[in-house]
């Protein structure tokens, strides 16, 4: 059976800095995303990270702030956030895909999804 997991999700002030983590089972995939979704908006796209973790991607929105990352024998994927903003604030979601694309920046080139971490940044 195919899940993802995340966690580290929490509560931290502008400036700081969270770490989540993504734990897949059943499968490893060809690439995995973070996407995130605040209240009253649509999910969009933050990273993605091929399964070997040579490509990355990332939203020019978190660009040189967060980083992305794959521990290949623990089939899990991290994303690192640096210098947080409140508009950071969302309900951040790990998904997967079978091949890595850099165009898959869509949640439908998706169909493997957790269930989601808050994170939550205060100014």
């Known amino acids: 059976q195919v899940q993802l997991v995340e966690s580290g999700g929490g509560l931290v002030r502008a400036g700081g800095s969270l770490t989540l983590s993504c734990t897949a089972s059943?499968?490893?995939?060809?690439?995995y995303s973070w996407f995130r979704q605040a209240p009253g908006k649509e999910r969009e796209f933050v990273s993605a990270?091929?399964?070997?973790?040579?490509?990355?991607n990332y939203a020019d929105s978190v660009r040189g702030r967060f980083a992305i990352a794959r521990d290949m024998a623990k089939n899990m994927v991290f994303l690192q956030m640096d210098s947080l903003k409140p508009e950071d604030t969302a309900v951040y979601y790990c998904?997967?895909?079978?091949?890595?694309?850099?165009?898959?920046?869509?949640?439908?080139?998706?169909?493997?999804w957790g269930q989601g971490t808050q994170v939550t940044v205060s100014s």
């Open positions: 998904a997967a895909s079978t091949f890595y694309d850099p165009t898959y920046v869509y949640t439908s080139a998706y169909n493997n």
């Open positions: 059943g499968r490893t995939f060809g690439g």
């Open positions: 990270i091929s399964w070997n973790g040579v490509s990355t």
